[in-house]
């Protein structure tokens, strides 16, 4: 299904490595970050949200809750993401013309960001929504998945082109 | 940064929803699932990726096994997912000319299928793909995320279009 | 706060224990178990969840969701539990003249039964019904949890008095 | 089994809700909670306890045990908690005349406080009591579960009315 | 503090590995397998232990629970390893001349073998013994830790020499 | 297996034991630990790891990750272990004359040191190189687990004898 992957040479990396990078030195701050990301419906997977009857339940409002969660477990499923304290979190889950829209924004305050934190609420939100859905199409795409906005850190702000 | 969200009428929904379906009276049978996904890296992510001097390690190893060990995070991400005990999973990470191609298939023997856990286990490949080099640029992408095939269950065997 | 404890001798216990019970030679058989529980509100409390202004949302939409992701997580909390993949679940919580209701039904094919995965699904539905209040009152308190049936199994079927 | 539930409308929930609540700006200042709960035992369960017969150990032990590692599993359990760096935590497990009294007081030095914390405690501790016991009786019953006390924060400190 | 290490070339490695081996194939067969492991106590360790006076609790006890709990933790820890439904677990811990000896022993129905699981509970046990006296010696080690014994599975019984 | 086990009398230990200690009083610094440990290879998973041929893939590179990954589950195995916010970790896995050699370093900025991180993070380590080898041999042995060194808290640094 794939073409002919090109690997690069793993031995180009320095030995030791991977490594979970020390951020021990840097200090505690304020930080945000908001990503976002898109669930395509196919026409009868829109249809049966719109209809309201989907068999396992809300999908948007099961989506928030688990990208709100699914936040708290970054460090879980990124191996080398250090253990965040986050201390806040809002995810929004609705409608469009396109498909569903997902937009999380995470904060916390500590010595490193939480772009992987919005990512991956973002993330687990979409795959809530394929769930719920996916009885009515196995369609569904995931896609558009992004960062769109970050403060705080030595690294500086950033916001996406547009946005 | 979204659009004018259209939320559908919550109360449509039956009473006692969201639940986690039945399959208790469903057999255990062989099913397999197989998803895929992209990470488009902007030029600097990728000659981070190409150089192979990422400062964290090599992103495609480590992807590939986060994927592997987020396949059986599943029921943990997604709320209303049964618990699978998966009996085999295999993640392919590979560079391709438009990015990081990410291809994962997951098998059980078991009453429902396993498309959550290879889609989980592509998105979290992904989110690792992008951590590793979240250093090098703000703005990687990851999209594509679709089901590629499925074999087993009464709902038949299924091969999305062109593959 | 306590009066003066009683604690049984330890040594009176057999030689090697505690230890989970083996259940390898028992068959998979469909099990369900029911349980309920109550969280009693103080007005202020009361009253907050009827205004629907609660600052971080609806206390009954979460609690539903996080006691059917809470009836997995049993065999991480409950020591010597064995891991059952629960088949079907469902977390009714309604807000009724006592207080706020919570029951959870629990299905398997499994060698052992539910009851502690029903249990569970009640206590972490409760418990996020008074994270989501308790800024409204520090005098909630949940109560009355209690198995009201269960199916399936060598010991037979269970039904409370009077339910 | 529930009399005609009575679910708000979810619709008079401001627009974005659920979310987890922004902490980022309050001081990381020193918290406890204790908390307390019962465990009702039928007289099988109680002579079961009492003779130190029952055949997966001791649950007084157990029940402690799990309640201490329970506390740390508060934001996995609890959706919109934030992850809180627990820096102490004690389970009192007793026999009393009115059953198994669980108090448990944990401490930490964060922006929120640890009321969850402590509740969880007792909670998954009841939980472990139940496990131990329900080969001896299917009627036991786990019930007051409250917050005794809480100091630090800007709520102030509180007293259970009578503590 | 390592002598020059020498990593084998890692593109000796079939294409597309690791992999998690598929088992779908296989039958659902009762296995056991026993590990044991020990926990070399300096004098200081030993006499805190035999004093019954060490400040956290009996280092004993909150092993043998923890080994029992680590069990179900195994595919959580070994990347590539199954989830499996332990149904179940033994873990003895006791004082030795040689220090504290510990013995694991797990039971499933399942398509693979329970080593990994009775190994991950040896060396959680242990761990928790190493925790609850490290306030007494810096010098403790954990040590010889091996398969004993296992049954059921196509690569036959095994028994370690001199068992 | 095991000989006359000698287990103290648990009533020596002070009532209300075990409990997490309280590190509440105690300043955040900078903390260090370095652990190491060894798996011991029979010659035919010697044989294996050399060969490059293993088909689970790679035990090296599986382990170094495996064990970064493990050092965040710390708190989740030692029951009474304090949640640690890990800033740094580094995992080394490497072929000796001696079998493979496993040296873990954890950094964090907390009330308490990261030994039970570092030797965690070794002991996942060791039991993932078994698991990618167990099928070449039973007899692994995992062995030699200890702390080399550590550095900040009260108790001051340490240095293993001969490190």
Request: hydrophobic share 40%.
């Amino acid at each position: 299904m794939a073409g002919a992957g090109k690997t690069p040479e793993l031995t180009h990396f320095r030995d030791g490595l991977p490594r979970m990078v020390d951020v021990s030195g840097k200090a505690s701050t304020l930080r945000t970050a908001t990503a976002e990301g898109w669930v395509r419906l196919p026409p009868e997977a829109r249809a049966a949200l719109e209809a309201g009857t989907n068999p396992k339940g809300d999908p948007l409002t099961v989506a928030r809750l688990a990208g709100l969660a699914g936040s708290k477990r970054t460090a879980d499923l990124v191996l080398l993401c250090h253990p965040i304290p986050v201390t806040g979190a809002d995810v929004q889950v609705t409608l469009e013309e396109e498909g569903v829209h997902v937009v999380a924004t995470v904060r916390t305050t500590a010595p490193t960001g939480v772009e992987m934190e919005a990512l991956t609420a973002v993330t687990v939100a979409s795959l809530n929504v394929y769930d719920m859905l996916k009885a009515a199409s196995k369609a569904i795409e995931v896609t558009g998945i992004r960062l769109l906005a970050k403060t705080g850190g030595k690294s500086g702000d950033y916001r996406a082109p547009g946005v």
